[in-house]
């Protein structure tokens, strides 16, 4: 992946070398047609990530069933109710209360809640958050090319491009932003 991303880097500095060079005549269509290699590149980079991470959640749901099936398992071992209360009093038990912390503390991504607290549960969070960082910088390149694009088009006085160019850069800024790369329309 490191060098599909490199490969996409390389292009759009290139198509940036050769919107500098003036003895080339036609050099705003030649960084255009870089910058629309590279922004398939993009695409395809991006639809891999999500396949492998669309797996890599397949795998994360069989261990949460399994880590649920264990804690099940256990509960009814022990012969303890659901209810987390220790008496009538409504005072909640310390390693329920503790339990629940470790849930919901830290954790701001749903697909990780309900991982075991193993190694092979940590694993996962680690690699499903590398996966993650990879989305957000696809788009982060992806975004750069939108933006680049819509310059080339002003140059090029393609207004009509440039405006569509423009608002895909701006509509990947913002869900960057918002930190919702996971449902980015790559259209």
């Known amino acids: 992946m490191e060098d599909w ?18 003895t080339v ?3 705003y269509q030649n960084a255009l047609r870089t910058l629309k290699i590279a922004e398939a590149e993009s695409k395809k980079h991006i639809d891999e990530i999500k396949d492998v991470l669309s797996r890599h959640d397949a795998k994360g749901k069989i261990l949460k069933e399994e880590a649920a099936r264990l804690r099940q398992e256990r509960q009814e071992k022990s012969g303890e109710q659901e209810t987390p209360f220790d008496d009538k009093k409504g005072k909640r038990k310390a390693h329920d209360i503790e339990d629940e912390r470790e849930e919901d503390g830290g954790e701001e991504d749903p697909e990780e809640k309900g991982l075991p607290k193993t190694p092979a549960g940590e694993e996962h969070r680690v690699k499903r958050r590398a996966l993650k960082m990879r989305l ?14 819509g310059d080339v088009n002003h140059v090029l006085g393609d207004s009509e491009q440039e405006d569509v160019a423009y608002q895909a850069a701006e509509q990947l800024r913002r869900d960057l932003l918002k930190g919702v790369y996971d449902s980015i329309s790559t259209s």
């Open 25 to 27: 005549p036609n050099r």
């Open 5 to 22: 991303k490199a490969k996409i880097q390389m292009l759009i500095r290139h198509a940036q070398l050769e919107q500098q060079d003036e």
């Open 136 to 149: 957000r910088e696809s788009y982060v390149t992806l975004h750069r090319v939108k933006f680049l694009q």
